[in-house]
């Protein structure tokens, strides 16, 4: 949700809101996982959010990467991957939403 303050309000936001995740992963019970690919997802996110121009497009990067870099994750668990893609997108989706909601 804290995403969308990397492309309204300071882009610098990205670097804290990845670091958060990468710690926030540490303490995860499958951190070996989290911990890489979580932190890699909010990158690429943070990163398409801070280069975007327009706040559709900004709000599509976190549901796109999520949905597939953490539905890759979990096919380690043995969880259908496009079952996975598609709860985990409408979820973020869903939080970015929310997010621009608050921030208005």
Known sequence: MFMILA???QKR??????LEC???????PTAALDVPFGT??????CLGIMFSKW???A???PVVSNGFIIAWELSFYNTPFWGS???????ELAVM????????
């Open 7 to 9: 492309w309204k309000i």
């Open 13 to 18: 936001y990205a670097i804290g809101l990845t």
């Open 22 to 28: 990468l710690i926030a992963n540490c303490f995860s």
């Open 40 to 45: 890699i997802a909010t990158a690429l996110a």
């Open 55 to 57: 706040l559709l497009l």
């Open 59 to 61: 709000i599509v990067f």
């Open 85 to 91: 893609v598609w709860t985990i997108a409408l979820g």
């Open 97 to 104: 939403v929310a997010g621009y909601i608050i921030l208005y």
